[in-house]
């Protein structure tokens, strides 16, 4: 995979064009991240001896109608290559229209895995313009079907083709889709590195990952220069490698309900449970370690990763992450998101609590801890 990180990589994409001879070009971008930015200025110079046509009509957290839309539109025309410029929305766009468009069945089938993927998709590169999915790097695509979830993944045929990870493009963030974005990296480093399924590699990653974060996400958000922003840019791209071993936990399954039926922003969602779950990690005993490798492992890995983000204890641990986002101007409490009542909580549980998603945690959660620690912060 060719793989070009840092500073002006975004003049590899030219050349990629040029090597591979792509001519018609199915460019996917943000909206207002796109628009009246230097990233626009720079892609639209990369794609000026090629013809393109540009699809941003859809909105973050991609639905199912967006894709089809999308799906629609690329295959009216003669495209050859998809380029996906933006945050993890958008490059999780163009993941399903590369997929949908070579493969039988309908985008829902696909999903719902009623067919399978048994191709390749169209070329695809991934440019992401935030430093927190860290989708440009991993095999599977977030969509959403009316308000659930789904994650489309297929290890063989939609792992990474083309990335560039330019911290540039990062530069004209918001303060809150800096913070945001950062703590789901942060988010994923960790769940992976708890993960059932961690592996040296992953783990590797993840502690790269976790370390970056910790040292640069509040100067990224308060007082970002080039080296923060660089900094953030790889630690995404560590998760996100993270991540591709292992996929997430519980942080991310009682995530999406939040998002879906709150308006939560992602990244904000994933973070609210993160220092909760560390404690409860910890506390992990023979009668409900999921972990094959034994209470002991996992207790080890809870102890370096409490060393990794600079704590001595799980509490401390705890303490530090709130701290964090706390000082990167993020809520810590539901009830100040809008999530107040006994209903609020009914509702979480019910769509986030799917026994197939937190399976991969190192400690067995039911619906009664879930509730303890929903209950805990709001």
């Not at 890995?301 to 706390?326: D, F, H, P, R, T």
């Not at 197939?356 to 801890?369: G, S, T």
Request: proline letters at 4%.
């Amino acid at each position: 995979m060719p793989e070009y990180i840092g500073y002006n990589s975004i003049e590899n994409l030219e050349r990629i064009l040029k090597l591979e001879s792509f001519r018609n070009i199915f460019l996917i971008t943000g909206r207002k991240s796109f628009e009246n930015t230097k990233i626009k200025e720079l892609i639209y110079k990369s794609l000026k001896c090629v013809e393109f046509f540009r699809f941003n009509d859809f909105t973050p957290n991609p639905k199912i109608e967006d894709i089809k839309k999308g799906l629609g539109l690329f295959q009216s025309g003669n495209y050859d290559v998809i380029i996906a410029v933006g945050g993890g929305s958008v490059i999780d766009m163009g993941k399903c229209i590369s997929i949908f468009s070579t493969n039988k069945g309908t985008p829902e089938s696909l999903v719902l895995k009623k067919n399978p993927i048994k191709k390749k998709g169209i070329p695809l590169i991934r440019i992401p313009t935030t430093s927190g999915s860290g989708s440009e790097a991993t095999h599977f695509a977030v969509v959403y079907i009316k308000k659930n979830k789904y994650s489309l993944a297929e290890p063989n045929f939609m792992q990474p083709e083309y990335v560039i990870v330019d911290p540039q493009f990062t530069y004209d963030l918001p303060n809150n889709i800096t913070a945001y974005s950062g703590m789901d990296a942060l988010t994923q480093a960790i769940e992976s590195f708890w993960n059932i399924n961690s592996t040296l590699e992953s783990k590797n990653y993840s502690k790269k990952a976790i370390k970056l974060v910790m040292e640069n996400l509040l100067d990224a958000v308060a007082n970002p220069d080039k080296k923060s922003r660089l900094n953030m840019a790889v630690a995404a791209n560590y998760a996100g490698k993270a991540i591709n071993i292992t996929k997430t936990t519980a942080c991310h399954a009682i995530s999406y309900p939040i998002t879906s039926y709150f308006n939560v922003p992602h990244g904000h969602a994933v973070a609210l449970t993160l220092p909760s779950m560390i404690v409860y990690n910890s506390n992990v005993n023979e009668d409900d370690v999921l972990d094959s490798r034994g209470v002991k492992f996992v207790k080890r890995a809870m102890k370096e990763l409490i060393s990794i983000v600079g704590a001595s204890n799980a509490l401390k641990a705890k303490e530090v992450i709130s701290q964090l986002m706390k000082n990167i101007d993020l809520e810590t409490k539901l009830g100040e998101l809008g999530i107040k009542t006994k209903e609020d909580i009914d509702v979480i549980i019910k769509n986030g609590f799917n026994p197939e998603r937190v399976k991969n945690n190192p400690r067995k959660l039911d619906e009664y801890q879930l509730r303890k620690i929903l209950e805990e912060i709001r």
